[in-house]
């Protein structure tokens, strides 16, 4: 079965299309991106600004008709923090299905949590032993731990790259450092207090993180670059990214784009991930995180995959739209 997955992110509209087939991986057909910025359009009360209702709509239209004629048969399509925590989030998934047809669906954010452990576990297989997962996205931080093929615990903080760039550092670098220490406790004293059962848990055996943020991260640390392939060995070594937040605190914007892997669409919060990322390492005791290829996209796949091979146990974990060809054109329903 050909399935595609619309990820709806606080920067973008991801599509991935990928064949399913019971006893293999995804094996993927096509990846289609579009600009949404739903975070840095978000004002203070969270509603979400007109010019970014009207990318996020001409996002949507693309994927679909992407979809369409690559010969999707079902398409997945679903919204992160950005727009399920928005203050018009009716009005704008409403907006969306009558412009388009495509009905937005939402996963909570522990959700996320276990399907993005899923995909991490099935990368690296039961050798992983007891495993640590971390993803930062735009408006949360999620992390889950367990021995099995789902976790044991799933937890979803505040703890976004965007969203802490809006609230607590200043919109032009540089950053002073009694400001990044300030964020830096901040973070400490959430994951603290949240991750207390993680901590009491053993030692993680591998702990994993996946992400654009971790992977550019990484990248600006020394790791492969993203053409040396995903079975490349990549990891974020906590001593190297502790040396390279005061330099991120120093430069502005146009210059943190030009540094080893650090897109220029997300240069704005990278300071902020950083912190986020060393927090995590320091309050769990971590020396290094793996980077996974793999996230919540192929989850869903996985998790499809796994309906597939042994049918319904369970609910799935969003619906899927069946698309028939041409369905995607203007003027036409999905479904």
């Known amino acids: 079965m050909r399935l595609g997955v619309l990820d709806i992110g606080s920067n973008s509209a991801h599509l991935r299309i990928a064949d399913l087939e019971p006893g293999h991986p995804p094996l993927p057909v096509r990846s289609v991106k579009s600009p949404v910025r739903l975070a840095?359009?978000?004002?203070?009360?969270?509603?979400?600004?007109?010019?970014?209702?009207?990318?996020?709509?001409?996002?949507?239209?693309?994927?679909a008709a992407a979809a369409a004629a690559l010969g999707v048969a079902e398409l997945v399509p679903f919204a992160t923090s950005a727009l399920r925590d928005a203050a018009n989030r009716a009005d704008v998934t409403a907006e969306v299905r009558a412009?388009?047809?495509?009905?937005?669906?939402?996963?909570?954010?522990?959700?996320?949590?276990?399907?993005?452990f899923l995909a991490a576990r099935c990368w690296y297989g039961w050798s992983a032993g007891p495993m640590l997962l971390a993803d930062?996205?735009?408006?949360?931080?999620?992390?889950?731990?367990?021995?099995?093929?789902?976790?044991d615990i799933a937890?979803?903080?505040?703890?976004?790259?965007?969203?802490?760039?809006?609230?607590?550092?200043?919109p032009r670098p540089p950053v002073r450092k009694r400001v990044r220490r300030a964020l830096a406790a901040h973070v400490r004293s959430v994951l603290t207090e949240a991750t207390a059962g993680i901590a009491a848990r053993p030692a993680p055996v591998r702990a994993v993180a996946t992400s654009k943020t971790f992977t550019q991260l990484a990248r600006l640390c020394g790791a492969p670059k993203a053409k040396a392939g995903?079975?490349?060995?990549?990891?974020?070594?906590?001593?190297?990214?502790?040396?390279?937040?005061?330099?991120?605190?120093?430069?502005?914007?146009?210059?943190?784009?030009?540094?080893?892997?650090?897109?220029?669409?997300?240069?704005?919060?990278?300071?902020a991930g950083a912190i986020v990322a060393e927090g995590v390492m320091d309050v769990l005791g971590?020396?290094?995180?793996?980077?996974?290829?793999?996230?919540?996209?192929?989850?869903?796949?996985?998790?499809?995959?796994?309906?597939?091979?042994?049918?319904?146990?369970?609910?799935?974990?969003?619906?899927?739209?069946?698309?028939?060809?041409?369905?995607?054109a203007p003027g036409l329903r999905i479904g």
């Open 40 to 63: 840095e359009a978000t004002d203070r009360h969270g509603v979400i600004g007109r010019p970014a209702v009207g990318r996020l709509i001409a996002a949507v239209r693309e994927a």
């Open 99 to 116: 412009a388009t047809g495509v009905e937005l669906g939402f996963l909570t954010g522990e959700r996320e949590a276990r399907l993005t």
């Open 136 to 151: 930062i996205g735009g408006g949360s931080l999620e992390l889950a731990y367990g021995t099995g093929r789902e976790p």
């Open 155 to 170: 937890l979803s903080l505040p703890l976004g790259a965007g969203r802490l760039t809006r609230h607590h550092l200043p």
């Open 230 to 271: 995903p079975f490349r060995e990549r990891r974020l070594d906590r001593r190297d990214l502790h040396r390279w937040i005061p330099r991120l605190a120093k430069l502005p914007d146009g210059e943190r784009a030009r540094l080893r892997g650090v897109k220029a669409s997300r240069a704005h919060q990278i300071l």
């Open 286 to 328: 971590l020396d290094r995180l793996d980077i996974c290829p793999w996230a919540l996209r192929e989850g869903i796949m996985l998790d499809r995959l796994g309906e597939l091979a042994e049918g319904p146990r369970r609910p799935p974990a969003l619906a899927a739209l069946p698309l028939r060809s041409g369905a995607a």
